[in-house]
């Protein structure tokens, strides 16, 4: 199909979106359909079959292209690089079934909601909505657009003004039940595939089809006993899989199965509250929520109250997330970019557990059902389950080619063996049967089956280590990463922070260190106050919960928690405040208690959290906690020491966790109830000319594992970067203290800012200095921004670190400097869950292999987005993750990378012995067809079954080797010395065997009578006499017994073992092969068994395997063309192929260079003098600013191009 379209007959669907897809419209015609069902019939089945394969040449081949607006039937197709096909109908709703109950009329709006796409998605006056269902979502179409639409979410274009208004009161039962109908129920609905559906899918496999091809052949020639093993091998291997799969589905099933039996209060129009099963809901509908402990059955705006949720679900971190009501504000603007920071905190997300829900002013908690279904974030988090993101790896696609190659050669030979049997006057039956049998040759069957082998005990080995994998297929992709990415907290680090000490600030100045490890409580003050009551801890059974760091903040000042009751006489204050106090064994503080009237709670995006409190009988006062700088920058800047930044630098620089503090006393006319508005414009007052209060110091260690893990993939040359939502100079330390920065690196601090008025965007670069100082408030270092830099400062490596606002800036303004930037970058502080996907994503487009490992808390997108995503948490957020460590610490990233290594190379070591193994059953079999001869199915049946197959199965259990080296395997199957290895290996048999064949018909007891021609007298086989022009042909097996078979077939068979032990590769990537005691155990005993039948003479074995009695000489000429094939396949595989030295100076002596984008950049600026450009400041208007320069960075300069 090219890409010229009929009007109106292509769109993009999800445009923008990660799910982006090519609709395209088509129309049924009758006969095409006609005739190709009648196709269907005369090509016994074999049509629909390719069908199913390639859905788009169903349609096509059915439909003729038509508008959008007119089909029938639309082809879908994905814009990634898979450019992958899918098929679906266009179905009709019709909803004439609520026209008798309500009434309808085409002339008015169907919902009171004009904007509403289902206002413009039902067609007049038939009342009828056009559909489709993609990957579980639907989608209606959109009469004034003139597009697919999704449906079951409110629209985006809505501002918080109209989510009030339309929706604050409840939808009307009339706009329920269309809403209901067009929308579709509220159920993430995993069905349990049933197992048939599972059967026929697997079956319908192109490998199980072809099998299937191979037993009817192999049937029709008598050939039972191998027919059978592949029957018995494809059924287990097809149980397997099914019972696998079936396994995932319960597991999923069960998985959401709890969301879809929930019983809601909502509150109706007219109606009141009422009580309904959650599928039942639809966008739009007000949800009552009452009590603790309830599970979202959808996605929901609070509009009223306030809730405590556990979002353990969504990233993984069960810490209790404050919820605040979406406030009213004027104008138009939609309500997801209203707000300074994320519209997150007002949504009430599906499958997380309201811990606490909180009416304002003794109301009920009120919210707005967003999304339905699949919308959801949790249908989400199960779509890219049931989804996944398809993997583009060279392997498999090199694995079809190279099959491809292997039916060429399969053509060729049949080629040959028709116009030999058609010459010799053989039946066309026994001629097509003869022709059709290369193909099963030349293509081994089993050849699909022994490469997951390898993948299946790497699968194993995994689980054993605490690591387990949804996805196996990725296991191979492990052994190519070159870049893995880690988060910091919790995953580097430790989970639990320790509380150091504050340091209090008076204005002045800073003052001495506050250590809480002295057992001396702090005394009574602002700075004390904030600590008390800035956090957004909540009270649960008498039980303190929340974030760990408010937790330790809190615990360190020996107050308490209590829920305000009637003891607590303030006025205005609401019941349902919480209340902090002095405890007993606290300092005397001159205050009762503090209660916390309101919170705006911390936002990752904003950096900061916020609580207006109240003294008991005394001032409200605002406390602000949160990133030093950002804290600092809503402060009267007299109140901020002069050295701020010196002091923040201190602590920062030994890889503390800094939190700034500041406070103010509210005015008079701040009045509660204007708080609880909760209007923005009265947080803007509220934030402003604060008063410094001081540093609050915490403590995050390193995990034991951490800093040996990273030296050993450093010294691997895989690269490693650290992707934090922390501050960037802890980044920095921390990076130092694993050694993922060595002391001898420099690190030079990129910044960008954004255009402000009538400067524009600039990007800067400053050399950090490690000083050494004088011990100075328990300080060993810290890090100073070097002015000058001496003439050899380009000497030793340099890593680039930044921070998630830089990051978003150059990808804006300085896209052409972001690569160069990413080829040093190692530190990225302060960056949004979104923004570690975009940088993971922008790795890949360098041609990187990306691992990325974190605990889930924010790294779940990233998680997805990279080839190998691993997470250190169990929690439901990390089933989205291709591997899940049981085992908290990042040890798991060397296993999976030696284990991906291991499993790549097996895989290359399976291709290679099974093209060796059909090439040399080809080549024997060809050579026999010239004397109209050939193999019996017993010598089959021994080759194929007792030699191969059980190699197969031995030769993938060698272990991963223990030490990372630092080169990769080969990714690709089309590499010249797999390509090299694979000839030769092939040139050697066709010599040996030609050789063999020739030389055999010119022995001289060739043409005697076989009773001389060896020394044994066999009565059986002596009365047979074999002439070199009349072979005799046995009437047992319905082949025929000659010198050249029995010849052929040593020769074959030996060599098959041969080519396995030369084959097994040990070191550096897998365990010597030596040390697979089964595999050995098995070559061994095979070889045994091949000499005593050569060497044996008993004559019933002969005949069994209808072989020719031959001279002794004879077979030890046999052992000394195999002896001969074996040392220079040896040496070529070692000396030549095995040699990385002797292709690296090949790869120099025709000028070969790597095409990766990473090798292309570092190449093209490696000898850049003006790279990296040290305190310099561009600008985005500059012309210089985005010229191609780049910088290599020796921590990865690595041979390990693709060889």
Request: charged share 20%.
């Amino acid at each position: 199909m090219g890409d010229h379209f009929e009007k109106g007959q292509h769109a993009l669907l999800n445009e923008g979106e990660e799910n982006e897809m090519e609709i395209f419209g088509y129309r049924t015609q009758s006969c095409r359909k006609t005739l190709c069902l009648a196709g269907s019939i005369f090509s016994f089945g074999i049509l629909p079959l390719v069908f199913y394969w390639k859905p788009a040449w169903h349609v096509w081949a059915n439909c003729i292209p038509c508008s959008l607006q007119e089909a029938d039937v639309v082809l879908l197709r994905t814009t990634d690089e898979f450019q992958t096909y899918s098929r679906k109908k266009v179905m009709w709703i019709c909803l004439s079934a609520l026209n008798s109950a309500f009434r309808l009329s085409p002339d008015n709006p169907f919902i009171t909601d004009e904007e509403s796409i289902i206002n413009r998605a039902v067609r007049k006056p038939d009342l009828k909505v056009r559909c489709i269902k993609v990957q579980k979502i639907r989608y209606v179409w959109d009469n004034l657009e003139g597009h697919f639409q999704k449906i079951g979410c409110l629209e985006d274009c809505l501002s918080s003004a109209k989510i009030h208004l339309k929706f604050g009161s409840g939808l009307t039962t009339e706009e329920q039940e269309i809403r209901r109908l067009i929308c579709g129920p509220n159920t993430i609905d995993v069905e349990i595939t049933p197992i048939w559906k599972l059967l026929i899918k697997e079956v319908l496999n192109p490998f199980y089809v072809f099998q299937l091809f191979s037993v009817c052949l192999w049937f029709s020639e008598d050939y039972k006993e191998y027919a059978f093993a592949i029957i018995i091998m494809s059924i287990i291997s097809i149980a397997l899989t099914v019972y696998d799969l079936r396994e995932q589905s319960v597991k999923l099933h069960r998985l959401v199965e709890a969301h879809n039996n929930i019983t809601v209060s909502i509150c109706g129009k007219n109606a009141g509250v009422q009580e309904l099963e959650s599928r039942f809901l639809v966008p739009g509908d007000l949800l009552i929520l009452m009590g603790s402990k309830v599970h979202m059955p959808c996605d929901a705006i609070l509009i009223d109250g306030s809730c405590v949720v556990n979002e353990g679900m969504l990233t993984g971190e069960s810490i209790p997330v404050t919820k605040t009501p979406l406030p009213k504000m004027d104008g138009s603007v939609p309500w997801k970019t209203q707000s300074e920071g994320e519209y997150k905190r007002h949504v009430l997300f599906c499958g997380t557990e309201v811990i606490q829900a909180k009416g304002a002013c003794s109301s009920t908690v009120k919210a707005v059902v967003l999304q339905t279904g699949f919308n959801t974030a949790k249908g989400d988090l199960v779509r890219s389950i049931l989804y996944p993101k398809p993997m583009n790896f060279k392997l498999y696609r090199d694995a079809i080619r190279f099959l491809l190659c292997l039916v060429g050669t399969a053509t060729i030979g049949m080629i040959y063996t028709l116009c030999i049997y058609v010459l010799s006057g053989e039946t066309p039956g026994e001629v097509v049967k003869k022709a059709l049998d290369v193909i099963t040759i030349a293509v081994p069957p089993a050849l699909p089956a022994a490469l997951t082998t390898g993948i299946m005990y790497a699968q194993r080995r995994l689980k054993k280590r605490g690591i387990f994998c949804i996805s196996p297929q990725r296991i191979n992709v492990c052994g190519q990463l070159n870049l893995v990415c880690f988060d910091k907290t919790g995953t580097l680090t430790r989970d639990g922070l320790d509380l150091w000490g504050v340091v209090p600030c008076d204005g002045k100045g800073f003052q001495e260190v506050h250590r809480f490890t002295s057992g001396r409580t702090l005394p009574w003050g602002p700075l004390c106050a904030a600590m008390t009551s800035c956090h957004s801890l909540i009270l649960l059974d008498g039980t303190i919960q929340g974030d760990p760091l408010d937790l330790k903040m809190f615990e360190a000042t020996t107050w308490e928690m209590v829920a305000s009751g009637d003891d607590f006489h303030l006025k205005g204050v609401p019941g349902c405040a919480m209340v902090v106090k002095p405890c007993g064994t606290s300092s005397q503080a001159p205050v009762e208690g503090l209660a916390i009237l309101h919170q705006f709670p911390f936002s990752s995006a904003l950096q900061r959290m916020t609580v207006v409190v109240q003294e008991m009988g005394g001032d409200q006062l605002v406390f602000m906690k949160g990133a030093p700088e950002r804290v600092a920058s809503f402060c009267q800047p007299e109140t901020v020491p002069t050295s701020f930044v010196s002091e923040l630098q201190i602590y920062t620089t030994q890889g503390f966790r800094v939190i700034g503090l500041a406070y103010k006393k509210l005015e008079m006319d701040h009045h509660i109830s204007a708080l609880m508005s909760h209007s923005y414009t009265s947080r803007d007052q509220v934030e402003s000319d604060l008063i410094f209060l001081g540093l609050l110091i915490l403590e995050n260690r390193l995990k034991e594992e951490t800093k040996p893990v990273l030296e050993e993939l450093i010294s691997a040359r895989i690269r490693t970067v650290m992707i934090t939502g922390d501050n960037l100079q802890t980044a920095i330390t921390v990076a130092r203290k694993s050694g993922m920065v060595s002391e001898s690196q420099k690190v030079i601090l990129i910044e960008a800012n954004e255009t402000t008025g009538s400067s524009s965007a600039s990007i800067s670069w400053k050399l950090l200095e490690e000083k050494k100082h004088i011990a100075y408030r328990n300080q060993d270092n810290y890090i100073n921004i070097r002015e000058e830099i001496s003439d050899n400062s380009k000497e030793g490596s340099y890593h680039f670190a930044l921070n998630g606002k830089s990051f978003q800036v150059i990808s804006q303004h300085f896209s052409s400097l972001l690569p160069k930037i990413l080829m040093n970058g190692t530190i990225f502080a302060r960056m949004s869950p979104g923004q570690k996907s975009s940088l993971v994503e922008e790795f890949q487009k360098l041609d990187y292999f990306v691992g990325m490992c974190g605990d889930g808390a924010n790294d779940c997108g990233a998680l997805k987005m990279a080839h190998v995503g691993v997470s250190l948490s169990e929690q439901e957020a990390s089933v989205a993750s291709p591997f899940t460590s049981k085992t908290p610490n990042i040890e798991c990233v060397p296993h999976l990378i030696k284990e991906g290594r291991a499993a790549l190379v097996t895989s290359f070591c399976m291709f290679k012995y099974m093209a060796l193994y059909s090439m040399i059953q080809y080549v024997g079999v060809l050579l026999l067809y010239w004397e109209t001869n050939n193999l019996s199915n017993y010598q089959f049946l021994f080759q194929d079954l007792a030699i191969t197959t059980i190699i197969g199965v031995t030769m993938n259990l060698n272990g991963a080797y223990p030490k990372l080296v630092p080169f990769r395997p080969a990714g690709r199957l089309i590499s010249p010395p797999l390509l090299l290895s694979v000839i030769l290996n092939i040139l050697l048999s066709l010599a040996m065997h030609t050789v063999g064949f020739i030389l055999v018909q010119r022995q001289p007891w060739y043409s005697m009578g076989l009773h001389s021609a060896c020394t044994v007298q066999n009565d059986t086989i002596s009365k047979l006499t074999i002439s070199p022009t009349a072979p005799v042909k046995n009437g047992t097996n319905g082949v025929f017994t000659s010198f050249e078979n029995t010849t052929i077939w040593f020769l074959g068979t030996i060599n098959c073992i041969i080519v396995a032990l030369v084959f097994s590769k040990g070191k550096p990537f897998r365990q010597p092969t030596y040390k697979n005691y089964i595999f050995v155990l098995v070559l061994v005993v095979q070889l045994s068994v091949c000499l005593f039948i050569l060497f044996a003479d008993i004559p019933e074995l002969y005949r069994c395997l209808d072989l020719l009695c031959t001279p002794v000489l004879w077979r030890v000429y046999i052992i000394i063309m195999l002896s001969s094939n074996f040392i220079v396949s040896l040496v070529v595989e070692e000396a030549i192929i095995e040699n990385r030295a002797l292709w690296m100076i090949i790869k120099r002596c025709f000028g070969y260079q790597s095409k990766s984008q990473y090798r292309i950049w570092q190449r093209a600026l490696a000898n850049d003098p003006s790279w990296p450009p040290v305190n310099q400041t561009s600008y985005s208007d500059m012309p210089e600013c985005g010229r191609g320069v780049s910088y290599s960075n020796p921590v990865f300069e690595s041979n390990e191009d693709q060889l």
